[in-house]
């Protein structure tokens, strides 16, 4: 039989880690919005509500940045809230009018800004099948790298991205991990080349790098 004084100090341990991660500065989630100190909520107006009973099981990487190839400008945080001056650079004439979002943003020095709710539908995919499912808007949560195609990405973007690929497993039943370029292929080409799998890979805590399915080939 086990007696009450065999429930010894030694679970202590595990009680204390439990209560450091729940302090007032730990992760939580609020509404599908993520509340940490590393993430900042700029909430955009271009999302919508997902369909009932969506399974949010996909997570789809991204790359962007504005204009292409210059990093730091606030210019995407402005296209994703609809603020972007469409006169204040050449390229923008060719996205004029668009209006589009996702989930989240990491900057090139891994801070986390946050837009849409991920219990809403954010607008990051477009045309797009996965898993044997299309519209991936749908039931999947949009993250974008502040990146170019075909370049490198900072090594600071890897430790953030793995942490909100953690924390956001915790709270949706992540299975799948994608990027733009294949649930839209011959369409887009994010994250691209410059993404070094492998790399987010081993960030991951071992139980999520085994639970996500991954492209074929990576
Ligand atoms: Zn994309």
């Not at 100090?9 to 009680?15: F, G, H, L, S, T």
């Not at 190839?69 to 060719?94: I, R």
């Not at 749908?138 to 370049?151: A, K, P, T, V």
């Amino acid at each position: 039989m086990t007696t009450p004084s065999s429930r010894n100090p030694a679970a202590a341990p595990d009680i204390a880690n439990a209560a450091a991660d729940t302090g007032p500065q730990a992760p939580g989630w609020h509404g599908g919005w993520l509340f940490a100190p590393q993430v900042q909520h700029r909430a955009s107006p271009n999302h919508g509500p997902r369909p009932a009973g969506a399974c949010i099981d996909l997570a789809v990487l991204h790359s962007i940045s504005l204009p292409p190839g210059q990093y730091g400008t606030g210019c995407v945080a402005q296209l994703f809230t609809n603020q972007l001056d469409w006169e204040a650079h050449p390229y923008f004439q060719s996205i004029r009018g668009l209006e589009v979002s996702a989930h989240f943003f990491i900057t090139r020095e891994g801070a986390i800004w946050q837009f849409v709710s991920a219990d809403a539908r954010a607008w990051h995919a477009g045309a797009s099948a996965w898993r044997g499912r299309s519209n991936c808007n749908d039931d999947s949560i949009g993250i974008e790298l502040e990146g170019l195609e075909g370049h490198a990405f900072a090594a600071d973007q890897y430790p953030a991205l793995a942490w909100l690929l953690a924390h956001l497993a915790a709270q949706y039943p992540l299975a799948h991990l994608a990027g733009h370029e294949h649930i839209a292929p011959g369409r887009k080409n994010d994250p691209g080349p410059g993404f070094d799998w492998p790399r987010l890979l081993a960030l991951l805590p071992p139980a999520l790098r085994h639970r996500l399915r991954l492209p074929p080939g990576i």
